[in-house]
């Protein structure tokens, strides 16, 4: 049932990616779904071409003057770029506009916390502990929880017990220009497996990029603050 519904998955969160690659009327803004990327549907996940999303991230810093995300399934192959559409507290939700698919992903401080319409997706997570070490960019310990949606649509509770490590400054550059901060690791082991989390982390504790597990399915996700 998962492989089967990883290429429909993977058409689905790289339509996010070109979304807004138009000149077209107000009414198709630089979040709206391309038909072109549709029509260029594969039998495998494919990487989106580094330059198309280099265009559609520096389109939309143009477009807005709000913040904006670059979001990466690295197990999918699938790019996105997004903009937030609600908070709560210090949740935020992004995800594209003009799209017919409802598509999005929450975080928490620059990690990915939950999705929805993405398949087999990580339907809730438990972090603080975890952030609470990276934000202070010090050496800790923390145990999280994740509950996702596995191949037969069920829900499992995932724990996982980390050991955090400060590592050395580092720049991250973007299209938006290069941002600075501390590189934390987080090990993370499970029952049956074990991760390898990373988060980079400004002076003052804002996490700007994140590369953090979000269940079996989904591997990795990546996710960099452009704004």
């Given at each position: 049932m998962i492989a089967a519904s990883l290429p429909r998955l993977s058409l689905l969160v790289c339509a996010m990616v070109l979304a807004g690659c138009t000149n077209q009327r107000s009414s198709e803004n630089v979040f709206t779904v391309t038909k072109r990327l549709i029509e260029q549907r594969r039998a495998q996940p494919v990487t989106p071409d580094p330059k198309?999303?280099?265009?559609?991230?520096?389109?939309?810093?143009?477009?807005?003057?709000?913040?904006?995300?670059?979001?990466?399934?690295?197990?999918?192959?699938?790019?996105?770029?997004?903009?937030?559409?609600?908070?709560?507290?210090?949740?935020?939700t992004w995800a594209s506009y003009g799209s017919s698919e409802r598509l999005s992903a929450t975080t928490l401080n620059g990690v990915l916390v939950s999705t929805r319409g993405l398949g087999n997706d990580l339907m809730s997570s438990r972090v603080e502990p975890l952030l609470e070490v990276v934000s202070r960019r010090e050496d800790g310990v923390a145990t999280i929880q994740q509950r996702y949606l596995d191949g037969e649509n069920q829900i499992v509770n995932l724990k996982s017990d980390c050991k955090i490590t400060r590592g050395e400054t580092e720049a991250v550059t973007s299209v938006a220009g290069s941002v600075q901060g501390?590189?934390?690791?987080?090990?993370?082991?499970?029952?049956?497996?074990?991760?390898?989390?990373?988060?980079?982390?400004?002076?003052?504790?804002?996490?700007?990029?994140?590369?953090?597990?979000?269940?079996?399915?989904?591997?990795?996700?990546?996710?960099?603050?452009?704004?």
């Open positions: 198309i999303v280099q265009a559609v991230a520096t389109d939309a810093l143009s477009r807005t003057t709000g913040p904006v995300l670059l979001y990466t399934l690295e197990d999918r192959k699938a790019v996105a770029v997004l903009r937030p559409i609600a908070e709560n507290g210090a949740y935020q501390v590189r934390m690791t987080a090990e993370c082991w499970q029952a049956n497996r074990s991760v390898v989390n990373s988060y980079l982390v400004d002076a003052n504790g804002a996490v700007v990029q994140s590369r953090h597990w979000a269940g079996p399915t989904m591997g990795y996700s990546t996710i960099q603050r452009l704004r």
